[in-house]
């Protein structure tokens, strides 16, 4: 059974505190592995998609990394508009199109 | 270009009661996923529905819930006597292929 485990649950930083959240993932075959970030009463929005081990993607303070268990979503510098549930999700290679998503892990950036 | 719109944003349901959850996909997208967020928990896939036709329920209850995706106007998730477990953020998500989800705000359902 595909499965995605997001640690830690929740996080508190310091406003220019950088760190890193983890996404372990056991699927059948990796199609695309999904970050989106999620907003209190709101729908999750898309971050990035990593397909491949080895592959990066950055967006203004936040970085995307991708190896055959796990993915790290690396916030630099951190800034209190950071604080959000970050979600990570995988979608397999076996035919389906549905995504399997992680719990989320809760940022809290204090100012 | 209108994100991807679901109605009601809050809904309440005595228990019994059946309720209809509409969502609307951003134009020109032909494949429309639906999910439920639970308390606590991850967002768990439900149905994914091209125009007319359903090609992936695995994650539907066999009991109470059904969802159609029309040729015309917006799908829909029904749910028929709705109990307090089916409590939850119902979220709906459309992409114009099979990558790229863009997902809706949901509709918050509460039974009571």
């Known amino acids: 059974e595909d499965q995605v485990t997001q640690s830690p649950e929740a996080l508190r930083l310091q406003e220019g505190e950088s760190s890193s959240l983890n996404c372990s993932y056991t699927?059948?075959?990796?199609?695309?592995l999904f970050w989106y970030r999620q907003d209190p009463g709101k729908g999750p929005e898309f971050l990035f998609t990593?397909?491949?081990a080895g592959e990066e993607k950055e967006k203004e303070r936040l970085k995307a990394t991708l190896t055959k268990k796990e993915s790290f979503l690396h916030i630099t510098a951190p800034k209190p508009e950071d604080s959000a549930t970050y979600l990570c999700?995988?979608?397999?290679?076996?035919?389906?199109?549905?995504?399997?998503f992680g719990k989320g892990m809760k940022l809290t950036v204090n100012p | 270009n209108a994100g991807v719109m679901q109605n009601p944003r809050h809904l309440v349901r005595r228990r019994g009661q059946e309720a209809r959850l509409r969502c609307s996909p951003m134009?020109?997208?032909?494949?429309v996923y639906w999910y439920r967020q639970l308390p606590e928990e991850g967002l768990k896939f439900m149905v994914y529905?091209?125009?007319?036709?359903?090609?992936?329920e695995s994650g539907m209850p066999k009991e109470r819930f059904s969802a159609e995706f029309p040729k015309e106007g917006p799908s829909i998730l029904r749910i028929q006597q709705v109990v307090r477990g089916d409590s939850a953020a119902y979220f709906c998500?459309?992409?114009?292929?099979?990558?790229?989800?863009?997902f809706g705000s949901g509709t918050r359902l509460t039974v009571v």
């Open positions: 134009k020109g997208h032909s494949h």
């Open positions: 990593l397909y491949s």
């Open positions: 999700a995988v979608q397999a290679g076996s035919g389906s199109e549905k995504l399997v």
């Open positions: 529905l091209q125009k007319e036709n359903i090609i992936d």
């Open positions: 699927v059948s075959g990796l199609r695309g």
């Open positions: 998500a459309s992409s114009p292929t099979i990558y790229g989800y863009t």
